[in-house]
């Protein structure tokens, strides 16, 4: 099922010259503005195995609201 994201605001952002560029932010589903989430917004380097196996892991156990 698709949901269309309302971006509410942005709640962090580290700005620097070196990094992942990190930037949260907060939103909700259309038509539910009272239900908040956040979305964390970096750059991900595809030699930094290590997270993105702990994603995968995530999927594979079924974890809700992961993007």
């Known amino acids: 099922m698709k949901k ?4 509410d605001g942005e709640m ?4 620097c010259i070196v990094g992942r ?5 907060k939103v ?3 038509g ?6 956040v979305i ?3 750059w991900q380097y595809p030699e930094y195995e ?3 196996g702990l994603f995968y892991e995530a999927i594979d156990k079924d974890v809700i609201n992961m993007a």
Do not use: G, N
Request: charged share 35%.
């Open 32 to 37: 539910d503005p009272q239900t908040l989430f």
């Open 50 to 52: 290590e997270e993105r």
């Open 4 to 7: 269309r994201i309302i971006i």
């Open 12 to 15: 962090k952002c580290i700005r």
């Open 21 to 25: 560029t990190t930037i949260c932010w």
């Open 28 to 30: 909700y589903c259309e």
């Open 40 to 42: 964390k917004d970096s």
